[in-house]
Each structure stands twice: as C-alpha cells, then as structure tokens.
C-alpha cells in the first residue's frame, strides 16, 4: 500500500479502510461527459462511454459550451447515444447568446431526436466577455429556460445547484429562493456543483429541506488527477479547496500514478461519508476519462452488467 493510502499514517483516509465493506451497493449513478474537439478526443470520449455503460448509469449529460460554442456538437454526440447505445442521455442546455426562438428550436430538435431528459443552466459567457449579460429577446436565467422547456415538451429538467452559494449570488437565501423558482416552473432534479467536504453538501440539503422546497439533489463527484486545473475550475465557481486536499497533492506534479491512487481514495472517502448520511445518487464529471470513476464505482459497490 502506498504510504499515503496507508490509514495509519494518513487519518483523513482511515473512513475508506473501515467502511468498504459497509456500503450498500444500490448507490445509483450519472456520469458527464464534453462533446469532442478533435478525432483522438472523440475516440476517448466513446471508449469513456463504453466503458462506463455497464456501470448502468441513471443518465449521463452531455456539457454545453460557453455561449452555446459547443451546440452542434453537443447535440451530435447527444444523437449518437440516443442511436448506439442504450443509455438516457441528458443534454445541457443555456440561455447565454441565444434569441428564445433560437433555444426553443434547440429544445424542440431534441424532443424530435427522442431526448426526454435536459440540464437546463443560465450558462456563462464565452472566455473574456466578462459577466453574464442576457439577450434582451433571450431567456433571462434557469428559471426562465426551464418554463420554457416544460412549455414545448414533457422534459425531466435538472438544473445545477451550487451547496457553497452562487458566486454571483448575494445570499444562500436567495440561492435558495431562486431554487423554488426553478421547482415550481418545472424542474425536478438539482445536480450540484463540485465540493470536497461532505458537509458542505449536506449542510446545503438541510437548508433545502429546511425551507420546504421538494427537489431530489444528486451531489457531484469530481475526481482530482490535476491539481492544478482543479484549481482554475473551483476559482471559476469560488468552490473551497481545502488544505488538507492541497497538501495530499503538493509534490506529484510529475507523478501521475500516484495522483490517480489518491484521487479515488479522496472521491470514495467522499461518497462514503455522504453515503452514511443517506445520499443514495452521485453525479461523476468524468472529464472524459473513465478509468478512474469505474474503479471508484466498483469500490462502492457497483458491479458492470453484461451487454
């Protein structure tokens, strides 16, 4: 065992060596996936895919680029697990950069293509223009998009939750009331932003429960192989990076077999301490790499099926 798997000299990761054998095993899963850039990113992408499939996911999503930059080909790797495989895909969608008959013909195209299932997300604007700003003929937010959405077709409609307050967000109150707004014009399903301490979840579930607001909450799962990009990403979201995460890390710039060993130590403590406290469905962003959350899966219990 690698010295800093070892339980007794790493405390931080005893839970894992104590309670493998306790989890249950009827843990559902998703998993996200980007639509592809070039040939060699599509060829991991649907080796990612076929890869996971087995794990018999809830859903997996597919991201929607900045500005809608990713539109085409998000609804093109959309259609192409609507049509090889047997697995629900979920397509994000946004509201950023697009008239409301441009994204009403978007939701329409995939309600005829056999989607039933979308993210629907404010977004943000492309990289350097600043903040978000809506289209004056365009859908406002979220809220305005799932409305939309439910009007056309009969979508199960998730939306993202952030459990460590939008960073644009002057309150979790009103974090909290812009989450009932979303419920009642349609969503059923908040799918949340990446965190690392289980109570900062669970402190967000108490809050939702708290103030009556019925909404299943799938908490999501990042697996940290690049600390360094982990980094840009939790700044973009003002997610917390805890020292304790950083100090595992610090010094395996150059060792990427022991940073994907302590990755699925850090995620699997994760999903067991939110595991013991209820939660039941966790959301993978795979980054399009599936080994490490199919090790992470298996260790929880999740057994692939014969396709």
Request: charged letters at 25%; one cysteine or more.
């Amino acid at each position: 065992m690698s010295p800093a798997l070892n339980p007794r000299l790493n405390p931080r990761l005893a839970p894992i060596a104590r309670s493998l054998s306790q989890t249950s095993g009827n843990l559902k899963v998703s998993f996200e996936f980007f639509p592809p850039k070039s040939e060699e990113m599509e060829e991991t992408l649907w080796a990612s895919i076929a890869r996971l499939a087995p794990l018999d996911p809830d859903f997996v999503s597919v991201t929607y680029g900045a500005g809608g930059s990713t539109r085409e080909r998000t609804h093109r790797t959309v259609k192409r697990i609507l049509d090889e495989t047997a697995l629900k895909p979920a397509a994000h969608l946004t509201c950023v950069e697009a008239s409301r008959d441009e994204v009403d013909e978007v939701i329409r195209e995939y309600w005829e293509a056999g989607v039933r299932h979308i993210v629907a997300l404010r977004g943000d604007p492309p990289s350097g223009w600043g903040d978000y700003t809506p289209r004056p003929d365009g859908y406002q937010n979220a809220t305005e998009l799932t409305a939309a959405i439910k009007r056309i077709g009969d979508f199960e409609v998730s939306i993202g939750v952030y459990p460590e307050k939008h960073p644009q967000s002057p309150s979790l109150d009103f974090d909290l009331d812009v989450l009932r707004a979303k419920v009642d014009a349609g969503a059923t399903r908040g799918i949340s932003q990446f965190f690392f301490e289980p109570e900062t979840y669970l402190r967000y579930r108490d809050a939702v429960f708290d103030a009556g607001i019925e909404i299943e909450l799938t908490p999501g799962i990042m697996p940290v192989t690049n600390f360094k990009g982990l980094r840009r990403m939790a700044a973009a979201c003002e997610a917390q990076v805890p020292q304790w995460l950083e100090s595992l890390f610090a010094g395996l710039d150059d060792d990427a077999e022991t940073r994907k060993l302590l990755a699925s130590a850090v995620a699997v403590e994760l999903c067991l301490e939110l595991e013991r406290e209820g939660v039941e469905n966790f959301h993978f962003y795979t980054l399009n790499r599936a080994d490490l959350v199919f090790a992470i899966c298996r260790i929880l219990g999740l057994k692939a099926a014969a396709l």
